[in-house]
């Protein structure tokens, strides 16, 4: 059983953990002051029973357990100079070794009681070999446990010699005594599996400890880690209201020192503590701060926001735990603020000036009124058109335009009151809410103010910009006390200052939206004109002043409505204009005009009247080839006339549609000139063929001198350029001869012929000469 047990446990030791093996070998080698005092003992015991026995046989088995101590302790030493080193990596190497000397040592011992028994009668050195050998299987009992195999092997091998010499020895005593041996060997090997299995379960209960151990260090180091790289600042606290535990982020946004926290503070200390680290926010925060004191631990879910010097924004939130404790989170919200206040404020302000958006500046509007309706006040809303950004902004470029849209904003934020809001409506459009008013003068006063300071010129990017603005004022109660109303009826008066000349303001009034109406009406009925045949065309001659032939026939356009009559084209024209239906509306005309002058003699030409509008859309030339093709009119036989507002335009884009026409053999004539923005370098940038000189000139020419100059200069002008000079609105023969005089080429006017039917217009070129030429 015993044997069989010893197999099993010699089986199961192999299988043990590496660090057990290792800690049961150095149980082995650990006692070293027991190996040397084995030793020692061995060697005086053996020298005395030598010396007092007197045999040589008795003596060598002393000197030779003496030689086996000595080197078991040399061994024990050297072994322990490895550990130390950290050199013992073969375990099963030492232990061979040190169960090679204990085998050794326990055998010798022995030997030496054997024949010390069966040699000597001396009852003396019986005792005492005997009771070294007790003492020495007894400590190895101890010391050995571990290796229960190793432990018994030695105390058989030491002990059960002894108890046979007992037997040998023949008396009765000593056949006792080597009984009690026997039993003492078999005792100790059952001592020893015990212990063995102690020693072991110990090693088994300190292996886990120290596996809980380094769990739980890893465990804490992962929350420490966690702990300390969280975004956020954390704080517990125990149900005493005292703090547990805190990571660094909770310091540096309380822009806390490390080291000035420690666990067991109060809050109270830790707000102490923020105060005293620099942190000395307003009253008003540090009254904010003592509340979050008081009531951190009473309101479960409780959250506070506080502002920090740098302006730093911490959100507080507390959790409460089940055992009266508590959990504070601290956030640095600070960028998310910025963010919400960008967006609050992109939702309300413009990106570009900065000025209120749409949505805020009714927002505002519908505020004063209902101030206006408690108070009995009044309001006034500006609607600011630009009167030439478009042109400024195709011909200079978006980023200058961009500029001068902030520079407009910062002009009439100069000019309003600090209770009043200018805002940007859209594109070129401006609002400015003035409020309250006393009456209409304030409200047109500022208006006035306004105009004024648009027409003065903008410097941007080194370039002067005159541009104006056209404003419509609607004022509470007249104009109405809704914010719908108001503006569109401040929209009626700005289209009605942009129609009396631009550059101005006009204050509402109620036949302005009769007005609008009419015009809502006519834009209308202008949509179907052409499929209800009420457009048609008249053809008006011009007059060569010096042969009197009629050398071409202007196109002029004409609406004769079924209910409101002949409707001029002045009032047409810019609905037509404004809508984009004047496209359609040219488009028709040329095919017209051409299909006419087909039947023209052929030195006549057709001359058609083109928009500022059209020189936005690149496919005027395929429009003009189109009409061409379709008629079968020669090119040069048509004359295409362009005002100075077209000029206006982007000059590269508007240069090269002209190019373009001019690649398809047309002519073109600058018309109205004087009346814009007359500029000599038109004339060097495009290729025109004839200058028509406004009839407001030819009209004034009786009037004194200033006209006829004018008149002289861009005839001599024209004649040095190569250019046909035509005097238009010619109703006099003073005016005919003046004109004639002063070097006009030809003439246009009703003296010279109206504008006539197809039919007509045949008739009189089927006669050659003006009958006014005819008859001076």
Not at 325 to 348: N, T
Request: glycine share 8%; with cysteine.
């Amino acid at each position: 059983m015993l044997i069989q047990k010893l197999l099993a446990i010699r089986k199961s030791d192999r299988e043990l953990p590496r660090e057990m093996q290792e800690a049961l070998v150095d149980s082995l080698f650990a006692p070293f002051t027991s190996l040397l005092t084995g030793a020692l003992a061995g060697g005086v015991i053996g020298a005395a029973v030598s010396w007092r026995s007197q045999d040589i046989g008795i003596s060598l088995c002393s000197f030779a357990v003496f030689l086996v101590g000595v080197a078991r302790v040399v061994l024990a030493r050297k072994y322990r100079r490895h550990r130390e080193a950290g050199r013992v990596e073969a375990v099963e190497f030492w232990e061979r070794m040190y169960e090679s000397g204990a085998w050794a040592f326990s055998a010798l011992l022995g030997l030496m009681c054997f024949v010390t028994v069966l040699r000597s009668t001396d009852a003396s050195i019986h005792l005492a070999v005997g009771a070294t050998t007790i003492g020495y299987a007894a400590g190895i009992t101890g010391r050995n446990a571990g290796r229960p195999v190793m432990a018994i092997a030695q105390v058989a091998l030491s002990s059960l010699p002894l108890g046979l010499a007992m037997f040998l020895y023949g008396d009765a005593f000593h056949i006792v005594l080597g009984c009690v041996v026997l039993c003492f060997v078999i005792g100790m090997a059952d001592i020893t599996v015990a212990i063995r299995e102690v020693i072991i379960q110990a090693l088994v209960n300190t292996r886990e400890k120290a596996m809980l151990a380094v769990k739980y260090e890893e465990q804490a180091n992962l929350f420490d880690a966690a702990l300390n790289n969280m975004s956020h600042g954390l704080c517990m606290f125990d149900c005493n209201k005292k703090l547990l535990v805190w990571n660094e982020r909770f310091l540096e946004l309380m822009a806390l020192p490390p080291g000035s926290v420690k666990a067991g503070a109060s809050a109270r200390e830790i707000l102490r503590r923020c105060l005293e680290s620099g942190n000395r926010p307003s009253l008003s925060t540090r009254r904010l701060m003592l509340d979050i004191q008081r009531n951190l631990f009473r309101t479960p879910g409780s959250a506070y926001e506080i502002t920090l010097p740098g302006q730093r924004i911490i959100a507080l939130s507390q959790r409460l735990m089940a055992d009266g404790g508590s959990v504070v989170i601290f956030e640095d919200i600070s960028e998310r603020k910025r963010a919400e206040a960008k967006l609050a404020h992109m939702a309300q302000y413009d990106d570009l000036t900065g000025l209120a958006n749409r949505e805020t500046i009714h927002r505002r509007v519908r505020e004063a009124l209902a101030i206006t309706r408690r108070r009995g006040a009044q309001l006034a809303i500006h609607l600011i058109d630009l009167d030439r950004f478009k042109g400024i902004n195709d011909s200079l470029g978006h980023p200058v335009g961009d500029e001068l849209l902030n520079a407009v904003g910062t002009r009439l934020r100069e000019l309003v009151g600090a209770a009043d809001m200018v805002a940007r409506f859209g594109g070129d459009e401006f609002v400015v809410l003035q409020a309250p008013i006393c009456g209409s003068v304030e409200a047109t006063d500022l208006a006035h103010r306004m105009a004024v300071a648009l027409a003065r010129p903008f410097e941007i990017r080194e370039h002067q910009i005159h541009i104006g603005g056209s404003i419509g004022v609607a004022m509470t109660p007249e104009a109405g006390l809704e914010v719908e109303e108001l503006i569109k009826h401040a929209d009626m008066a700005m289209y009605a200052a942009k129609a009396d000349g631009r550059g101005d303001f006009r204050v509402f009034e109620p036949g302005m939206a009769a007005a609008a109406q009419t015009r809502r009406a006519l834009e209308i009925d202008l949509r179907d004109a052409i499929s209800r045949r009420e457009l048609a065309v008249r053809y008006q001659p011009l007059v060569n002043l010096q042969t009197g032939r009629i050398s071409g026939c202007e196109a002029l356009l004409r609406w004769s409505h079924p209910e409101r009559g002949n409707i001029p084209p002045s009032v047409f024209i810019p609905i037509a204009e404004e809508t984009g239906l004047i496209t359609g509306i040219t488009e028709w005309v040329l095919h017209q005009a051409c299909a006419e002058a087909v039947h023209w003699p052929s030195g006549v030409k057709v001359a058609v009247n083109l928009s500022p509008v059209h020189f936005r859309d690149a496919n005027l030339p395929l429009m003009v080839a189109a009409a061409l093709g379709q008629s079968r009119l020669a090119p040069q036989r048509l004359e295409l006339e362009i005002t100075e507002t077209a000029l206006l335009r982007n000059t590269e884009s508007t240069l090269s549609v002209l190019t373009q026409l001019r690649q398809l053999g047309v002519s073109m004539s600058l018309d109205d000139f004087g009346t814009g923005y007359s500029s000599l370098s038109y004339l060097r940038k495009f290729p025109f063929h004839k200058i028509k000189i406004d009839a407001s000139f030819i009209q004034d020419i009786d009037a004194g001198e200033d006209a006829t100059a004018i008149i002289r200069a861009v005839a001599s002008m024209g004649a040095n350029l190569g250019m046909t000079i035509v005097a238009e609105g010619i109703e006099t023969e003073t005016q005919l001869e003046r004109v004639r005089s002063e070097g006009c080429t030809e003439g246009q006017g009703y003296l010279l012929g109206r504008p006539m039917l197809s039919d007509e217009i045949r008739a009189r070129l089927t006669n050659g000469r003006s009958a006014a030429l005819m008859v001076a």
